[in-house]
Protein backbone atom coordinates (compact mmCIF):
# COMPACT_ATOMS: atom_id res chain seq x y z
CA UNK A 1 0.00 0.00 0.00
CA UNK A 2 2.61 2.48 0.58
CA UNK A 3 4.29 1.93 -2.51
CA UNK A 4 0.83 2.25 -4.44
CA UNK A 5 0.80 6.02 -2.06
CA UNK A 6 4.31 6.51 -3.27
CA UNK A 7 3.28 6.02 -6.99
CA UNK A 8 0.36 8.23 -7.11
CA UNK A 9 1.29 11.04 -4.60
CA UNK A 10 5.02 11.15 -4.69
CA UNK A 11 5.28 14.15 -2.72
CA UNK A 12 3.02 12.64 -0.02
CA UNK A 13 4.79 11.64 3.32
CA UNK A 14 3.43 8.73 5.33
CA UNK A 15 1.65 9.25 8.42
CA UNK A 16 0.93 6.37 10.83
CA UNK A 17 -2.76 6.55 11.70
CA UNK A 18 -3.33 7.56 15.55
CA UNK A 19 -4.94 4.63 16.05
CA UNK A 20 -2.94 2.19 14.99
CA UNK A 21 -0.08 4.19 16.78
CA UNK A 22 -2.23 3.77 19.53
CA UNK A 23 -2.80 0.57 19.68
CA UNK A 24 1.19 -0.18 19.30
CA UNK A 25 2.50 2.06 22.39
CA UNK A 26 -0.36 0.62 24.15
CA UNK A 27 0.91 -3.31 23.08
CA UNK A 28 3.97 -2.80 24.79
CA UNK A 29 2.28 -0.95 27.70
CA UNK A 30 2.09 -2.17 31.20
CA UNK A 31 -1.36 -2.69 31.44
CA UNK A 32 -1.06 -0.53 34.78
CA UNK A 33 0.21 2.57 32.91
CA UNK A 34 -2.30 2.09 29.66
CA UNK A 35 -4.83 5.30 31.55
CA UNK A 36 -1.56 7.02 32.31
CA UNK A 37 -0.10 6.62 28.78
CA UNK A 38 -3.39 7.32 27.02
CA UNK A 39 -3.39 10.81 29.05
CA UNK A 40 -0.61 11.89 27.61
CA UNK A 41 -0.87 10.98 24.27
CA UNK A 42 -3.74 13.09 24.42
CA UNK A 43 -2.10 15.68 25.54
CA UNK A 44 0.67 15.64 23.46
CA UNK A 45 -1.88 15.19 20.09
CA UNK A 46 -3.93 17.58 21.27
CA UNK A 47 -1.23 20.90 20.83
CA UNK A 48 -1.86 23.18 18.02
CA UNK A 49 1.70 23.36 16.77
CA UNK A 50 4.39 21.01 15.97
CA UNK A 51 6.58 22.92 18.67
CA UNK A 52 4.20 22.79 21.46
CA UNK A 53 3.31 18.86 21.19
CA UNK A 54 7.54 18.84 20.98
CA UNK A 55 7.95 20.68 23.98
CA UNK A 56 4.97 18.20 25.81
CA UNK A 57 6.61 15.20 24.85
CA UNK A 58 9.51 16.38 26.25
CA UNK A 59 8.72 15.89 30.06
CA UNK A 60 7.09 12.45 29.30
CA UNK A 61 10.16 10.72 29.88
CA UNK A 62 10.08 7.91 33.17
CA UNK A 63 10.36 10.72 35.55
CA UNK A 64 8.38 12.64 34.36
CA UNK A 65 5.58 9.76 34.01
CA UNK A 66 5.93 9.05 37.86
CA UNK A 67 5.50 12.79 39.09
CA UNK A 68 2.25 12.47 36.35
CA UNK A 69 0.84 9.68 38.02
CA UNK A 70 1.20 10.41 41.65
CA UNK A 71 -0.61 13.95 40.71
CA UNK A 72 -3.25 12.61 38.78
CA UNK A 73 -3.88 9.91 42.19
CA UNK A 74 -3.85 12.74 44.04
CA UNK A 75 -6.07 15.34 42.15
CA UNK A 76 -3.50 17.56 40.71
CA UNK A 77 -1.66 16.31 37.93
CA UNK A 78 -1.84 17.72 34.42
CA UNK A 79 -2.82 14.25 32.76
Sequence with gaps: MLEAVEEVFPEAK??????????????????????????MLKAIHAQESKKAAREKAGGC???????????????????
Excluded: D, W
Aim: net charge positive; charged share 20%; glycine share 12%.
Design 14 to 39: YQRCTVHFYRNMFSVTPHSKVKLIAK
Design 61 to 79: GRAACHKAERGCQEGGGQC
